[in-house]
């Protein structure tokens, strides 16, 4: 009984180790894309994220402006989907169980940056707008 115990709890580490990710090994990965995109970048910055995230695009669509329509203008704070669902916090220091998985970060940059940008954010933009959360 406690050895099959034992062994279910090694393979819920081995399986969930195999996917696990966290901000800064998705940072790290951010940083190895926008060198090869941009041979000049040198780093992630907190401001050009923050600006990111709160700054108002008119390229996008109209009823979603910016990153804060949705996410609240306070990354700490809860914020709401167009159709009233709760967003849990985007700051890692709310929210530890934010970005968590590439599959899922890539997902929501590619579908909210296209919404607010009206094109998908490059690897500078995705590491600085992490970099800020990061610190948030
Ligand atoms: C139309 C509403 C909406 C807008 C606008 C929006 N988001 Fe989101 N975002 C969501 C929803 C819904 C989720 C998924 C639910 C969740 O993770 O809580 C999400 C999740 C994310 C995630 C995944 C986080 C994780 O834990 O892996 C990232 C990254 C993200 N958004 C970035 C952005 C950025 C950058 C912008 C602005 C360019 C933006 N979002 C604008 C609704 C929005």
């Known amino acids: 009984m406690k050895s099959s115990f034992f062994f279910v709890a090694m393979l819920c580490l081995f399986t969930t180790d195999l996917y696990a990710i966290d901000l800064d090994a998705l940072i790290r990965h951010y940083a190895i894309k926008a060198e090869k995109e941009n041979p000049v970048f040198s780093n992630f910055d907190l401001e050009r994220g923050k600006n990111l995230y ?65 094109r998908e954010c490059n690897a500078t933009e995705k590491g600085d707008f992490l970099t800020f959360m990061k610190n948030s």
Not at 69 to 80: F, L, N, V, Y
Not at 86 to 109: C, D, G, H
Request: net charge positive; with cysteine.
């Open 54 to 118: 709160s700054r108002s695009f008119i390229s996008g669509k109209k009823d979603t402006p910016s990153c804060t329509t949705c996410h609240s203008t306070d990354p700490t704070q809860i914020g709401e989907t167009r159709a009233g669902k709760v967003i849990e916090p985007m700051a890692i220091s709310t929210n530890p169980e934010r970005y968590r998985s590439l599959k899922k970060v890539e997902k929501w940059f590619r579908r909210n940056c296209k919404s607010v940008l009206g």
